[in-house]
């Protein structure tokens, strides 16, 4: 072990539990990069796996307390998890490539940074490849329990091993409209270990695997509550004796995903918020509609005709739109500038 530390429980209790799945091999062991402190993570060490097919398996060091206990609560291990990463290794490389430690630092550095620790059920878009300069269709990644390493109890707390899965675009946007980990379970079936393929198409493409997981959602609903964005605006207007003019103000690629999500959520009794730098929208089912604003929020509650009109009339196109059951609200729909949404890693539990 390459520590400073004479005594490092937690760095020795994650070694025990690598030890029951790789009793003979040595690990390829990376460093922090530099010595400066700029690298969060205390190390990373890759396995080399042939069954069930063949991948390296990378763990991280460092999210938990792997010397001195120093965070306040007693049964958790600084933010309670560490990493890990399966890539696929086709070509029976001797070396993993160099840029996974590359990337587990980077979500390390967002976690350290941030204080917003991943939970099974996150998700996070890489906004481009995981692998930097790499054509592939792999762009974000879903946290899961890995399907190997339970989780372990240490002198400075418990510490899980939540996997970072590989996933597409168009399989992020599945897991918004059911369920991180239903998602995950599916893929499973075709993903062994949840090795991740930087070469493989959409899992979506199969129609089996698209059929049950449009199952999934129509059946029981969206796990999603909330969206990110960076443009989000709205205003009322206050009119003698009559109901405020509420004006909302949405960016183009907002549109369809809150078209998606909103018949996932609404009729399931579920609430659903779109949440921009300044501003916040709650939708609601509701018997009776209204728009009104607490807690600085504008609370939008819609019954079921009105939410069926909201989907058929709203369009991703600019212009103003007027929905029917909200006579005094009307959505602008602005030309997107290039940012889009964003998603960040705490709130998106499946």
């Not at 069930?52 to 958790?76: A, C």
């Not at 504008?298 to 059951?325: D, F, I, K, P, S």
Request: hydrophobic share 40%; glycine share 6%; proline share 7%.
């Amino acid at each position: 072990m390459d520590a400073l530390q004479d005594s490092a429980p937690g760095w020795d209790a994650i070694d025990r539990a690598l030890s029951r799945l790789y009793l003979r091999q040595e690990p390829k062991h990376y460093g922090p990069l530099v010595g400066d402190g700029s690298e969060p993570l205390a190390g990373i060490r890759a396995y080399k796996r042939i069954t069930p097919v063949p991948h390296w398996h990378f763990i991280t060091y460092g999210f938990s307390e792997l010397y001195r206990k120093t965070s306040d609560d007693p049964q958790v291990s600084g933010f309670g998890f560490e990493l890990t990463f399966r890539l696929a290794n086709p070509d029976d490389a001797e070396a993993p490539p160099a840029w996974v430690p590359d990337f587990l630092q980077n979500l390390a550095r967002y976690v350290f940074e941030s204080g917003n620790a991943f939970h099974a059920g996150h998700y996070l878009n890489a906004n481009g490849p995981i692998a930097a300069d790499t054509a592939t269709r792999i762009q974000a990644v879903a946290f899961a329990p890995d399907p190997e390493l339970p989780a372990i109890d240490t002198e400075n707390g418990r510490v899980e091993f939540l996997q970072a899965v590989g996933i597409t675009n168009e399989e992020e946007f599945a897991l918004k409209r059911w369920s991180t980990l239903r998602v995950l379970e599916v893929f499973l079936d075709y993903l062994p270990l949840w090795v991740t393929e930087l070469d493989r198409e959409s899992l979506l493409d199969e129609v089996q695997i698209a059929e049950r997981l449009h199952e999934g959602s129509i059946h029981e609903g969206s796990s999603s509550a909330m969206v990110y964005t960076e443009q989000l605006e709205w205003r009322q207007q206050k009119r003698l004796l009559r109901r405020p003019i509420t004006e909302i103000a949405l960016d183009s690629r907002q549109v369809g995903e809150l078209l998606a999500l909103l018949p996932l959520r609404l009729p399931f009794g579920k609430p659903f918020s779109l949440i921009g730098p300044t501003a916040r929208i709650v939708f609601e089912p509701a018997q009776r509609n209204s728009a009104q604003v607490a807690d600085e929020a504008l609370h939008l509650r819609l019954n079921e005709a009105t939410l069926r009109n909201l989907v058929a009339c709203l369009r991703t196109q600019e212009g103003r739109y007027q929905v029917e059951g909200l006579d005094s609200v009307e959505v602008v729909v602005r030309k997107s500038e290039g940012h889009g949404h964003h998603d960040r890693a705490e709130p998106k539990l499946g």
